[in-house]
């Protein structure tokens, strides 16, 4: 059966990005990311996938996961406002062509390349507990560069950390485009630059520092949190006068709270005028409130698993025929298509041969 081609929707750029499977995401994640990707949904083609490939590449060891990861991720990506209807979900090793991609990439990319790359030496310093002296994990840029140019992205939405990934991906898009035929357009960073929210404890947020507001976390549980969260160090006593510009408290009501609750908090902070108790149960008042159409939205696909899959599933399918169609002019490029398999080639072949025959 044929299947109809979807409609391209209009002449939208595209734009790609990925993540991945991490499980449940957390509020970092949403401001850092996702409301980005929802806003860029309207405006461009987007794909967005779940780069399970790439968690091999520092946890190979330990897959037992990704199953339940991909499925607690997606379901916030959706929770998040992200809409099928937009953009495209699907998970980046049920389209195989990325690795097609990957290998021919490989032929042609510099070591030097790969090992200049900062989070290559970097990581290879700081995580200890794993082996990452392996060719996948030294190789891991250029499988990047392939998720990006099989869809001939014309965007990618990335944090700071990811910057120079994208750049080497325009260079292997160069130097492909220079050895062959010109084929794939270079990609431009889309960087988010929206502030980052501190984790409770003013660290980083993140999963493994145990200091993430999730977004699957029922109203109780943000306000429990938040009553537990850090604020300025200097301010012990309900007395002591407090620093709103270095509390962590602060910068999520900059972000979440009405302009007076912000004005009255930044000059009652300084004063003593308001203690930390009060202040944070205004924040959370207003956190509560951002958060609820998300979790009402993860609630509905919480409930239906299957909804989840079957939208990563057709996305998968839609992401493939993309893939397939850069790979073509890829191989055709390459000198990597034989006469077998154009038409066109083959009955003139045979053609040929039926004449060689009745005329003799
Ligand atoms: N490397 C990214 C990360 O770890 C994920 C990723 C893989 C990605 N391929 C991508 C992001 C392509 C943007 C485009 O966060
Ligand atoms: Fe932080 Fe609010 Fe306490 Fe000031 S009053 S230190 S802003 S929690």
Redesign the pocket.
């Known amino acids: 059966m044929v299947r109809p081609r979807s409609p391209q929707v209009g002449d939208r750029p595209r734009v790609?990005?990925?993540?991945?499977p991490t499980g449940r995401l957390h509020l970092g994640h949403l401001v850092g990311a996702l409301e980005n990707w929802v806003k860029l949904q309207e405006q461009y083609d987007c794909f967005f996938f779940v780069?399970d490939w790439?968690a091999l590449t520092t946890d190979y060891a330990d897959t037992g996961k990704i199953n339940e990861h991909t499925l607690q991720m997606v379901t916030d990506w959706l929770a998040a406002g992200l809409d099928p209807e937009k953009a495209t979900f699907f998970i980046q090793s049920r389209v195989p062509e990325h690795a097609e991609l990957h290998l021919l990439f490989s032929m042609i990319t510099p070591l030097g390349w790969l090992e200049r790359v900062p989070s290559y030496k970097e990581q290879r310093e700081q995580i200890r507990d794993k082996d990452l002296g392996t060719y996948g994990f030294l190789g891991y840029p250029v499988l990047?560069a392939a998720?990006?140019l099989i869809y001939k992205a014309n965007y990618?939405p990335?944090g700071e950390d990811?910057a120079a990934?994208v750049e080497l991906t325009r260079e292997i898009a160069r130097r492909f485009n220079s050895i062959y035929t010109e084929v794939l357009p270079e990609p431009g960073v889309l960087l988010t630059t929206t502030p980052k929210l501190p984790g409770l404890d003013g660290r980083k947020m993140s999963k493994s520092y145990g200091n993430a507001i999730d977004l699957a976390d029922d109203e109780e549980t943000v306000r429990k949190k938040i009553s537990g969260m850090l604020t300025d160090p200097q301010r012990k006593r309900r007395n002591d006068p407090g620093r709103p510009e270095i509390c962590p408290v602060f910068g999520y009501h900059r972000r979440y709270s009405k302009p007076e609750v912000i004005a009255r908090v930044d000059s009652e902070c300084r004063t003593a005028a308001i203690g930390c108790v009060e202040c944070k149960g205004l924040m959370a008042d207003h956190l509560v409130v951002a958060l609820e159409p998300i979790r009402e939205r993860r609630r509905k696909y919480a409930e239906q698993p299957r909804m989840v899959w079957d939208i990563l599933v057709e996305g998968s399918r839609k992401a493939q025929r993309s893939a397939r169609e850069t790979l073509g002019q890829v191989r055709e490029a390459m000198k990597l298509v034989f006469d077998f398999e154009r038409p066109e080639k083959s009955r003139a072949a045979a053609a040929t041969a039926a004449r060689v025959h009745t005329s003799r």
């Open positions: 790609l990005s990925g993540m991945r780069a790439h990047q998720d990006i990618v990335v990811q990934h």
